[in-house]
């Protein structure tokens, strides 16, 4: 008896050592509204995302940088994107250190910083750092898109990394993007038990429900009806839900309909009102909603599948969940230069035709009407520094290492900085990196709920700029002036205070441009003849 319990002690030891140390899972969406998620206010069904939530704390209040690239970047590096030389995006070197397109050599992934600590790292999904491979980041094994997604239906889209690694192989027609980066993860979270004395990092960066809407149609049929009352309706039905749920104040208004674009062009107006669209319009553009709302639906199941995995094998109260999104709902039509009023030659009317979106072959966006919503009640999408760009639903997930009530709201201004000095912070591993951290651990923010935050943060996309000090915030577009709102009041942003206080304007203005000349954000590149490239 005694030699067994002995050999039982000898087994569970490195079982023993690693338990305090967790597990990290990042979640990233892609091109995710604030309100999309049912735990956020939303009608799609997301009962696993649901379930973090109850189980942890929603943070209302989480921001990105405005743009895939760049909130990538600042996730796996902690830095403003700009410091990376991400600035914009990877297919666009503007000739300035901020905005090379390229992740710079300078800065340390996640994935380096945790190596020390004894974590294995792994990445599933969308890696757009502008370099070829991610495991020459630290990462041990990759699955995924190294740029934007454009085809889910396609696997050879997807690649499989280091060199010499193999891909799982689908059927004929069984191969969904969402469905195979699970897949993957699933191995790689396999793969890391072979050394159980090591705990590890997955980086699980999914591509939907980014455009084009692409979806089962078993997911689509789900809600072939449910948006043919069209967006002004859901926008006031959504905002009513969050506020019974308290992830905006009572009192919160309902931002007028946000304006549009034809990207790249000079063409502009505002979201028109559901009612004034003709049928056929409608019908385009209530299936548009659809199949990107499926796409979330299959998201959240095969976010499922890896709980699954984790409660399975006894590592889902030790392993910390962060789940978020790279900016707000993406208002872009397409192909770039259509508006959101006029017909197209993408729209597919009735029966087989309209049978045929979301399917292989088909593109489509689900364009600037939805992406308000999607936003609900902020203003502005994707690209904007105003909140309906920046502004993130966040859920974090940590049974052994979270002390707030489950299901709990907090309200803490944080930023997609924070996930690096926070897997610091619960992994014990120490920085070395040249670049210092601006970036603070979520975990002692939301182990510490009665705490105030005077933090700043900073923002700029394409001119777009913005400074967030404790409750204010101070925004513009490219080339306008400065708008100031006291978010404490009106996270809609609707009341500029900016000729009311001008010395408040003057300040703020003051800690931008001194932010922006440290972390190489100015010269901005219009200050310099360079132009902005557009281009996803």
Same mark, same amino acid.
């Given at each position: 008896?005694?030699?067994?319990?002995?050999?039982?002690?000898?087994?569970?030891?490195?079982?023993?050592?690693?338990?305090?140390?967790?597990?990290?899972?990042?979640?990233?969406?892609?091109? #995710? @509204?604030?309100? *999309?998620?049912?735990?956020? !206010?939303? $009608?799609?069904?997301?009962?696993? +995302?649901? =379930?973090?939530?109850?189980?942890?704390?929603?943070?209302?209040?989480?921001?990105?940088?405005?743009?895939?690239?760049?909130?990538?970047?600042?996730?796996?590096?902690?830095?403003?994107?700009?410091?990376?030389?991400?600035?914009?995006?990877?297919?666009?070197?503007?000739?300035?250190?901020?905005?090379?397109?390229?992740?710079?050599?300078?800065?340390?992934?996640?994935?380096?910083?945790?190596?020390?600590?004894?974590?294995?790292?792994?990445?599933?999904?969308?890696?757009? #750092? @502008?370099?070829? *491979?991610?495991?020459?980041? !630290?990462? $041990?094994?990759?699955?995924?898109? +190294?740029? =934007?997604?454009?085809?889910?239906?396609?696997?050879?889209?997807?690649?499989?990394?280091?060199?010499?690694?193999?891909?799982?192989?689908?059927?004929?027609?069984?191969?969904?993007?969402?469905?195979?980066?699970?897949?993957?993860?699933?191995?790689?979270?396999?793969?890391?038990?072979?050394?159980?004395?090591?705990?590890?990092?997955?980086?699980?960066?999914?591509?939907?429900?980014?455009?084009?809407?692409?979806?089962?149609?078993?997911?689509?049929?789900?809600?072939?009806?449910?948006?043919?009352?069209?967006?002004?309706?859901?926008?006031? $039905?959504?905002?009513?839900?969050?506020?019974?749920?308290?992830?905006?104040?009572?009192?919160?208004?309902?931002?007028?309909?946000?304006?549009?674009?034809?990207?790249?062009?000079?063409?502009?107006?505002?979201?028109?009102?559901?009612?004034?669209?003709?049928?056929?319009?409608?019908?385009?553009?209530?299936?548009?909603?659809?199949?990107?709302?499926?796409?979330?639906?299959?998201?959240?199941?095969?976010?499922?599948?890896?709980?699954?995995?984790?409660?399975?094998?006894?590592?889902?109260?030790?392993?910390?969940?962060?789940?978020?999104?790279?900016?707000?709902?993406?208002?872009?039509?397409?192909?770039?230069?259509?508006?959101?009023?006029?017909?197209?030659?993408?729209?597919?009317?009735?029966?087989?035709?309209?049978?045929?979106?979301?399917?292989?072959?088909?593109?489509?966006?689900?364009?600037?009407?939805?992406?308000?919503?999607?936003?609900?009640?902020?203003?502005?999408?994707?690209?904007?520094?105003?909140?309906?760009?920046?502004?993130?639903?966040?859920?974090?997930?940590?049974?052994?290492?979270?002390?707030?009530?489950?299901?709990?709201?907090?309200?803490?201004?944080?930023?997609?900085?924070?996930?690096?000095?926070?897997?610091?912070?619960?992994?014990?591993?120490?920085?070395?990196?040249?670049?210092?951290?601006?970036?603070?651990?979520?975990?002692?923010?939301?182990?510490?709920?009665?705490?105030?935050?005077?933090?700043?943060?900073?923002?700029?996309?394409?001119?777009?700029?913005?400074?967030?000090?404790?409750?204010?915030?101070?925004?513009?577009?490219?080339?306008?002036?400065?708008?100031?709102?006291?978010?404490?009041?009106?996270?809609?942003?609707?009341?500029?205070?900016?000729?009311?206080?001008?010395?408040?304007?003057?300040?703020?203005?003051?800690?931008?441009?001194?932010?922006?000349?440290?972390?190489?954000?100015?010269?901005?590149?219009?200050?310099?003849?360079?132009?902005?490239?557009?281009?996803?």
């Amino acid at each position: 008896m005694r030699s067994f319990l002995f050999l039982l002690c000898v087994f569970l030891a490195p079982l023993s050592s690693s338990s305090a140390k967790p597990n990290i899972l990042y979640i990233l969406a892609d091109d #995710l @509204g604030f309100s *999309d998620l049912g735990c956020f !206010g939303g $009608e799609i069904h997301t009962p696993v +995302l649901d =379930s973090l939530a109850g189980n942890g704390v929603r943070m209302t209040q989480l921001y990105n940088t405005g743009r895939c690239c760049p909130s990538r970047a600042a996730l796996l590096t902690g830095q403003y994107p700009h410091r990376v030389g991400l600035g914009h995006m990877t297919t666009n070197d503007l000739g300035r250190p901020g905005y090379r397109g390229v992740v710079s050599e300078e800065a340390m992934s996640i994935a380096q910083v945790l190596a020390p600590a004894g974590y294995r790292s792994f990445i599933a999904g969308k890696w757009h #750092l @502008g370099t070829p *491979d991610p495991t020459k980041h !630290g990462f $041990e094994e990759f699955y995924g898109t +190294l740029v =934007s997604a454009k085809r889910f239906f396609d696997p050879d889209h997807l690649v499989r990394l280091p060199e010499g690694r193999k891909a799982r192989q689908y059927p004929e027609g069984e191969f969904y993007a969402t469905d195979a980066v699970t897949d993957h993860a699933i191995d790689f979270i396999n793969l890391a038990r072979e050394t159980p004395d090591k705990p590890w990092l997955l980086y699980l960066a999914y591509n939907a429900p980014h455009f084009p809407l692409h979806a089962p149609k078993e997911e689509i049929a789900k809600y072939a009806e449910r948006y043919n009352q069209g967006w002004d309706q859901l926008r006031e $039905e959504r905002l009513g839900r969050m506020k019974e749920m308290g992830i905006v104040a009572a009192d919160t208004k309902l931002s007028p309909r946000s304006t549009w674009q034809n990207y790249g062009e000079t063409k502009t107006g505002t979201n028109p009102a559901w009612h004034s669209l003709d049928e056929d319009r409608k019908t385009d553009l209530a299936r548009r909603m659809a199949i990107y709302s499926a796409m979330i639906d299959r998201l959240d199941q095969q976010i499922g599948r890896v709980i699954e995995e984790l409660k399975q094998s006894g590592e889902l109260e030790n392993t910390l969940i962060v789940f978020t999104s790279d900016n707000g709902a993406c208002f872009e039509w397409d192909p770039f230069g259509f508006d959101i009023v006029s017909s197209n030659q993408n729209i597919l009317h009735t029966g087989e035709m309209l049978d045929e979106m979301g399917q292989p072959g088909t593109f489509h966006s689900v364009g600037s009407g939805w992406a308000n919503a999607s936003n609900t009640p902020w203003r502005m999408y994707k690209h904007f520094n105003h909140e309906g760009g920046i502004a993130s639903p966040g859920i974090v997930h940590w049974p052994a290492g979270l002390k707030a009530e489950p299901g709990s709201i907090d309200h803490h201004p944080a930023h997609i900085i924070d996930l690096l000095p926070t897997a610091l912070a619960v992994s014990g591993a120490e920085y070395t990196g040249k670049l210092s951290l601006p970036g603070e651990d979520l975990i002692s923010l939301l182990n510490s709920p009665q705490s105030t935050s005077d933090r700043k943060l900073f923002f700029e996309h394409q001119g777009n700029r913005a400074v967030r000090h404790g409750t204010w915030k101070l925004v513009a577009f490219d080339d306008k002036p400065w708008e100031l709102y006291d978010l404490h009041n009106d996270r809609s942003e609707m009341n500029d205070l900016s000729q009311a206080q001008p010395e408040r304007v003057s300040a703020m203005n003051a800690d931008w441009e001194e932010w922006a000349e440290k972390n190489q954000v100015t010269p901005l590149p219009r200050d310099l003849g360079v132009k902005y490239l557009k281009a996803d």
